[in-house]
């Protein structure tokens, strides 16, 4: 497999240009203005470089959606952090340019190797170090420094967190503007999940970074094998979820697969109503959890046909009758719960079919998602993989049904997300 295919450069959007542009002139002018100043305490400047291009070399994908770097992210936060009698405090132009070298020099390993990175991403953690240099550098004076008292401490501390959350909230910000347009999710519902983030994973890591910092700037380059060796575990623990979670929605998509083999559903059938149902989750904005429940719902809101005597032509399973499509339902979400972990997942499944009007019009209990999937089902058996209706046709069928069988909001999605240029 290519690099490119591995990378984000096949589809930069308009924002991540953006965000490369600008990371590539702050980066500019900070060699210009290093070159005029020089780089002061080089043996700092190279270990933190390492430690920030070892972190990018072994980043990692969590929520497939973005890489993770705990290590490099820690590491760089750590040097703009700095400040102690024995360390030469790095002015924000040397942060700058010794964390964008060594964010490339660590990445350009992983695309010599053909392996998944994303240039965009690795620019934003760039730009919100150098945003966290600079909060920091501004609201602390350069004299004062680690020196054993609580006059010092409290502010430098204070100071070392305000630049933390400078950082974690303009990416913050960045991710939710890009979100919006790569995904067309509303802006508040993006910078919600951005936020929520944040709080779960980016507060930990800046804190690390405080911590190393903190050492560092008190015992020198020998508090390092101390604080790393804690960064290392984290960054095994969340190695160990993200192939956990890989192994969890491969045995999803095999499951989902098991229709199609048996016939109950046409080939690519099932990605395709997920796909759907997907984007009108992000339009709707729903959170990162429930976008993961709602997809794993239409990748197995299929499996109850294998109990039915013979399967739908084509996979069509609106020729049925609505009790055996309700049937059907109920029947994989019985075997949906009998997994043990995917109780919310079934739920989904087990109101799918349900008509909105004796369904979740009456019963607000029902999750918004099974109507989700309702409307994708139909609109994808109606259209197929260009072998059915026109768009404009199918979306003509399902407008018929609003209010009685379809929710009024999720169509008003579908035509939106149709509207925008949606196709399977």
């Known amino acids: ?27 500019l002018v900070a060699v210009i203005l290093t070159v005029e100043r020089g780089i002061t305490g080089w043996p700092f400047a190279i270990t933190f470089g390492i430690l920030v291009a070892v972190g990018e070399m072994v980043q990692f994908k969590v929520d497939r959606t973005r890489n993770r770097a705990p290590i490099a992210t820690s590491a760089a936060l750590a040097y703009a952090l700095l400040r102690g009698p024995e360390v030469p405090v790095p002015h924000v132009a040397q942060v700058a340019v010794v964390i964008a070298a060594a964010t490339a020099a660590g990445v350009i390993p992983r695309a010599i190797a053909g392996l998944w990175w994303d240039m965009v991403i690795s620019c934003r953690r760039v730009i919100s170090v150098i945003a966290a240099a600079a909060v920091f550098g501004l609201v602390l004076p350069r004299d004062m ?3 054993g008292t609580w006059g010092h401490a409290l502010p430098i ?45 980016g507060l930990a890591m ?16 020998w508090a390092l094998p101390l604080i790393v060796v804690p960064l290392l575990l984290t960054q095994f623990a969340f190695r160990r979820f993200a192939s956990a979670q890989r192994t969890y929605r491969t045995t999803v998509r095999s499951m989902a697969r098991s229709t199609e083999i048996a016939g109950f559903s046409s080939p690519g059938q099932n990605a395709r109503t997920a796909t759907l149902a997907v984007a009108i989750g992000n339009d709707l904005g729903l959170t990162p959890a429930r976008m993961e429940a709602l997809e794993y719902a239409a990748l197995l809101s299929g499996v109850g046909q294998l109990a039915l005597a013979d399967p739908s032509p084509g996979g069509a399973s609106l ?23 995917l109780d919310h997942v079934a739920e989904i499944v087990r109101h799918s079919n349900d008509p909105y009007r004796q369904g979740r019009a009456n019963n607000s209990g029902i999750p918004v998602e099974s109507g ?10 109606l ?18 049904g609003i209010g009685a069988e379809y929710d009024p909001v999720v169509v008003e999605s579908l035509r939106r997300v149709i509207g925008r240029g949606f196709r399977f």
Do not use: C, H
Request: proline content about 2%; hydrophobic content about 50%; overall charge negative.
């Open 1 to 27: 497999m290519s690099t490119v295919q591995n990378s984000s450069l096949a589809r930069i959007s308009g924002s991540g240009v953006a965000i490369l542009l600008a990371g590539g002139a702050i980066t």
């Open 145 to 147: 420094q680690w020196d």
């Open 157 to 201: 501390t204070a100071a070392m967190l305000l630049g933390v959350l400078t950082a974690g909230v303009s990416d913050a910000l960045v991710g939710a503007g890009q979100a919006t347009e790569l995904f067309n999710r509303p802006f508040p519902a993006a910078l919600r999940d951005e936020l929520s983030v944040l709080a779960r994973i």
């Open 206 to 221: 800046g804190i690390s970074g405080m911590l190393l910092a903190a050492s560092t700037s008190m015992l020198g380059l």
């Open 319 to 341: 020729l049925r009758t609505r009790e055996e499509r309700q049937r059907a339902a109920a029947i994989g979400a019985a075997v949906i719960e009998r997994s043990g972990v």
């Open 372 to 381: 989700i999937v309702n409307v994708a089902l139909a609109y994808e058996q």
């Open 383 to 400: 259209v197929g993989e260009g072998t059915g209706q026109s768009p404009e046709k199918a979306m003509e069928s399902i407008g018929l």
